[in-house]
């Protein structure tokens, strides 16, 4: 059975930080580029950052660039999303996702998605 576990969720303060992660399992990690995705209320939802299986390549959204810092350990079939800096506007479900052949890309592309952790800062 495929899942993708994810948690660190949590409030906090704007400036503050959290280390989401994300526990797979049930597929090939080594062969999967993960991502993480967010969702505010009434908004859709948005690519944060990805990387990549097949090099280790990270990428991030505009929005999130220096703030945000994606990892992997594949010992443990976890990625990992440090976040700090947090601002009011990060305030979001994150979801992660894995994607198979396509590595890295749009939402729509992805195989698996985990259920989401909910990140909450207030200003």
């Known amino acids: 059975e495929v899942q993708l576990q994810a948690s660190g969720g949590g409030l906090v303060q704007a400036g503050g930080s959290l280390r989401l992660s994300c526990a797979a399992s049930?597929?090939?990690?080594?062969?999967?580029?993960i991502g993480w995705f967010r969702q505010a209320p009434g908004k859709e939802r948005e690519g944060v950052s990805c990387i990549s299986s097949s090099d280790g390549s990270t990428y991030y959204a505009d929005s999130v660039k220096g703030r945000f810092t994606i990892s992997s350990d594949n010992a443990k079939n976890t990625v990992y999303l440090q976040v700090n800096s947090l601002k009011p506007e990060d305030t979001a479900v994150y979801y992660c996702a894995a994607s198979g052949v396509r590595g890295c890309t749009a939402p729509s592309g992805y195989d698996y998605w985990g259920q989401g952790t909910l990140v909450t800062v207030s200003s």
């Open positions: 049930g597929f090939p990690f080594d062969d999967y580029a």
